[in-house]
């Protein structure tokens, strides 16, 4: 029987290992369960490191993605990457979720926490859809949002892998709902990518609001508008800020935790740190 507790004031669970056991030997199908009800998951205690992470990982996983621009940290294992580079705070998004190519969970593991800050921050998109005001609903349920996005010719050769052509681009793109893309002349590849801000869990099929609008939306290189080009006002972003403000759950890292994230209902982000020796780790990958 797998020890389990919540967080305070939140639907994540804690694994605890009390039995000195290999993450590697808990019950696959429980798990499943506890994730799939929970949607975050903590693995404390037992000191997974990123070979494990992504040993556990494969039992739950059909696909590895790579992440386009962060760090890898072993030759031998090309999906396991650094977070984020830098040391600022995160604002709130899921992973990949301004394109179509969003995968289902993000691993992280905890080499070694910050010694100040730089905790993983979540939000459950399905309690921030309910306690949005019903103005504030109506406008992301009539209106659809846009991102943009320009990838040069290096960062989809790493998507796609070593090798990639134009063609390779086409075959991925093509036919993708909501995605229009443009070849530059240099190779690189702008896209524009309509989708719902409110979405739909991969296991209750409940409303979340679950996007990465806030972070695109913060990023002086991202640009979100809604799908008609407009832009999406600034009275809105702050109402939707204070709502999460208030929902905000806090992963504070221990050396060796495992942290398993629903994408499709969860937003994570980070506060900031000054500690350089912080090591977290991530892996994206879409269930069985
Ligand atoms: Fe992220």
Same mark, same amino acid.
């Given at each position: 029987?797998?020890?389990?507790?919540?967080?305070?004031?939140?639907?994540?669970?804690?694994?605890?290992?009390?039995?000195?056991?290999?993450?590697?030997?808990?019950?696959?199908?429980?798990?499943?369960?506890?994730?799939? /009800?929970?949607?975050?998951?903590?693995? $404390?205690? =037992?000191?997974?490191?990123?070979?494990?992470?992504?040993? =556990?990982?494969?039992?739950? /996983?059909?696909? =590895?993605?790579?992440?386009?621009?962060?760090?890898?940290?072993? @030759?031998?294992?090309?999906?396991?990457?650094?977070?984020?580079?830098?040391?600022?705070?995160?604002? !709130?998004?899921?992973?990949?979720?301004?394109?179509?190519? $969003?995968?289902?969970?993000?691993?992280?593991?905890?080499?070694?926490?910050?010694?100040?800050?730089?905790?993983?921050?979540?939000?459950?998109?399905?309690?921030?859809?309910?306690?949005?005001?019903?103005?504030?609903?109506?406008?992301?349920?009539?209106?659809?949002?846009?991102?943009?996005?320009?990838? @040069?010719?290096?960062?989809?050769? %790493?998507?796609?892998?070593?090798?990639?052509?134009?063609?390779?681009?086409? %075959?991925?793109?093509?036919?993708?709902?909501?995605?229009?893309?443009?070849?530059?002349?240099?190779?690189?590849?702008?896209?524009?990518?309509?989708?719902?801000?409110?979405?739909?869990?991969?296991?209750?099929?409940?409303?979340?609001?679950?996007? /990465?609008?806030?972070?695109?939306?913060?990023? !002086?290189?991202?640009?979100?508008?809604?799908?008609?080009?407009? !832009?999406? @006002?600034?009275?809105?972003?702050?109402?939707?800020?204070?709502?999460?403000?208030?929902?905000?759950?806090?992963?504070?890292?221990?050396?060796?935790?495992?942290?398993?994230?629903?994408? /499709?209902? =969860?937003?994570?982000?980070? %506060?900031?740190?000054?500690? %350089?020796? $912080? $090591?977290?780790?991530?892996?994206?990958?879409?269930?069985?």
């Amino acid at each position: 029987m797998v020890e389990t507790d919540t967080l305070l004031m939140s639907s994540a669970k804690i694994i605890y290992n009390n039995t000195s056991e290999s993450i590697l030997q808990l019950p696959i199908q429980e798990t499943l369960n506890y994730f799939k /009800s929970s949607g975050v998951l903590l693995f $404390r205690g =037992f000191g997974v490191d990123y070979e494990r992470m992504k040993t =556990f990982a494969e039992n739950f /996983s059909s696909k =590895f993605v790579l992440d386009k621009d962060r760090p890898i940290v072993d @030759p031998h294992n090309k999906y396991v990457t650094l977070v984020d580079p830098g040391m600022h705070y995160v604002s !709130p998004h899921c992973e990949n979720a301004n394109s179509p190519f $969003r995968p289902d969970v993000i691993w992280f593991c905890c080499g070694v926490p910050a010694a100040q800050g730089g905790e993983t921050l979540f939000w459950d998109g399905v309690k921030v859809w309910q306690e949005m005001s019903v103005e504030l609903k109506k406008l992301f349920i009539a209106q659809k949002i846009k991102f943009y996005q320009k990838f @040069p010719a290096a960062d989809w050769k %790493r998507f796609l892998g070593i090798g990639a052509t134009l063609a390779d681009v086409q %075959r991925t793109l093509n036919g993708i709902p909501g995605l229009s893309y443009k070849i530059n002349e240099d190779q690189s590849i702008s896209i524009e990518y309509i989708c719902s801000a409110v979405v739909k869990t991969k296991y209750a099929n409940q409303d979340a609001f679950a996007n /990465s609008l806030i972070a695109e939306y913060k990023n !002086p290189r991202g640009v979100v508008t809604f799908a008609d080009g407009s !832009p999406i @006002p600034a009275t809105a972003i702050n109402q939707i800020q204070h709502v999460m403000n208030n929902l905000t759950e806090v992963i504070n890292w221990q050396s060796g935790d495992l942290v398993m994230i629903d994408n /499709s209902r =969860f937003l994570h982000g980070r %506060r900031s740190f000054t500690d %350089r020796n $912080r $090591r977290i780790y991530s892996l994206l990958s879409y269930m069985k």
